[in-house]
């Protein structure tokens, strides 16, 4: 009956985990009964694979090590970590913060294991070693994920290896001999469990009602872009002072929700330009959405980053790109030819020559031209590979080159750049270039 209790208050601190909960519980027993030698978790990330292995093993007192494979990056590693753990053995002065005992190989690992066991007096029960990111096991020796995955024959102990990663179970597949664990699946939270989790984060002095309101909003914006449920509670917490301001302020009350919504709909927009890159910690967010209120547009300097994130060779081929938008054909020879010779200068009035490119927008360019103007302002050799062109077609896709004409146009296509000065400037400054040095509107 105990164990019931446990396992209901499970259910209610993890919502829309209970089946995974039940066949855990099933699968793991009583202390002294004998359980599957391997099981195999997986999901996306934030999907409550770590968090519900640790709370039953602890709940249910099970005799258990839990081990981080980021942290142990050579076999060695791994197999005294796990035997610190089995063993209890903590690091500290008296020590000289060494390990339980060195461990080179598999053959050590087994005999060792079992005088770790019997020193935390866990004969007669089963053994928890818990691998989480057991993703970084491929990296290691061959016969490591298969001696793991039959430890417990091998040991000849009452042990269970838990492996928990992002990675179906087909990526760990390399050869033979592997004994196939029992494997169970995390999947995604819905955007009703998505939300029923997030209104569980109520801050005091707010109701529950109020605050499922605002994660309703959030998830209306975010929910496209991003379901991850550590990002959205991020994304909740940074952008709550700013859905309460009016209300802070006495301007609003709980109840104008179509008010609340309108004011802190354009920060949420502007928020969507750093889902997932955590480049601002809380107060710098904080900090920006106060300057934001006294001088509109500060938060732009958010999603420059975003938009200047490119491969080396496309910031090139778009600065080049831009050029034979942007200056007439004639000019390259003057530009990039090292021996272009005298420039003759016409007596007569062009009234053309007055109008600018930059106002008249930008113009077609042959495929020819473009190649032959990123291989003359290119750093070092460039081989003209695949690599190379199909990154133009990267371009095109992110809509800042268009292919002018039919796309089936394979003898000389032709394009368009499609950015703005500004923006040219600022990828050109990534890699050093003087793009105005370039353009024929500021040398003539």
Not at 240 to 262: C, M, S, V
Not at 318 to 326: D, G, P, Q
Not at 376 to 403: E, H, M, P, R
Request: glycine content about 4%.
């Amino acid at each position: 009956m105990e164990q019931v209790g446990v396992v209901a208050n499970l259910m209610d601190e993890i919502p829309s985990r209970k089946k995974q909960i039940q066949i855990l519980v099933d699968l793991f027993g009583q202390k002294n009964h004998y359980t599957c030698p391997a099981l195999y978790i997986f999901g996306h990330s934030a999907t409550g694979k770590s968090l519900i292995i640790n709370s039953i093993l602890t709940k249910l007192e099970l005799p258990h090590a839990i081990v981080n494979c980021v942290e142990c990056h050579t076999q060695r590693l791994l197999y005294e970590q796990i035997l610190n753990k089995v063993a209890g053995y903590q690091a500290d002065p008296s020590n000289n913060y060494g390990c339980y005992a060195r461990c080179d190989n598999a053959n050590d690992f087994m005999r060792l294991l079992k005088s770790a066991i019997a020193e935390r007096g866990a004969q007669e029960e089963t053994v928890y070693i818990v691998l989480d990111k057991a993703e970084r096991l491929r990296d290691m020796q061959a016969n490591l994920l298969p001696g793991l995955l039959r430890l417990s024959e091998l040991s000849h102990c009452n042990v269970c290896v838990i492996l928990i990663s992002q990675l179906v179970w087909a990526k760990f597949r390399t050869g033979t001999g592997f004994a196939e664990p029992i494997i169970l699946h995390f999947p995604d939270y819905s955007k009703a469990e998505l939300l029923d989790i997030i209104s569980h984060d109520c801050p005091p002095g707010y109701s529950a009602d109020f605050y499922s309101s605002y994660a309703n909003l959030l998830m209306s914006v975010f929910y496209i872009a991003c379901r991850d449920l550590n990002e959205i509670r991020h994304l909740a917490f940074l952008n709550f002072p700013k859905y309460i301001e009016p209300i802070n302020k006495g301007l609003l009350t709980q109840d104008n929700a179509h008010k609340l919504w309108r004011n802190i709909e354009p920060h949420l927009k502007k928020a969507m330009h750093t889902v997932y890159l955590r480049e601002l910690s809380s107060s710098q967010w904080e900090r920006y959405q106060q300057e934001d209120c006294e001088q509109p547009g500060v938060l732009t300097c958010l999603s420059s980053r975003s938009k200047v994130e490119l491969p080396f060779y496309s910031k090139y081929l778009l600065i080049a790109a831009y050029m034979a938008s942007y200056n007439p054909a004639k000019t390259d020879r003057r530009f990039f030819s090292k021996h272009h010779g005298k420039i003759k200068k016409s007596s007569k009035a062009n009234p053309k020559k007055d109008t600018s490119s930059q106002l008249l927008g930008p113009k077609a360019f042959a495929l020819d031209r473009l190649m032959a103007i990123f291989y003359s302002i290119v750093d070092g050799k460039v081989s003209a590979t695949a690599n190379v062109f199909s990154q133009i077609s990267s371009l095109v896709t992110l809509s800042l080159l268009c292919q002018v004409g039919h796309d089936d146009q394979l003898d000389s296509p032709r394009y368009k750049c499609t950015v703005s000065l500004d923006f040219i400037q600022s990828i050109a400054r990534t890699v050093s270039f003087d793009i105005i040095r370039y353009l024929y509107d500021f040398v003539q």
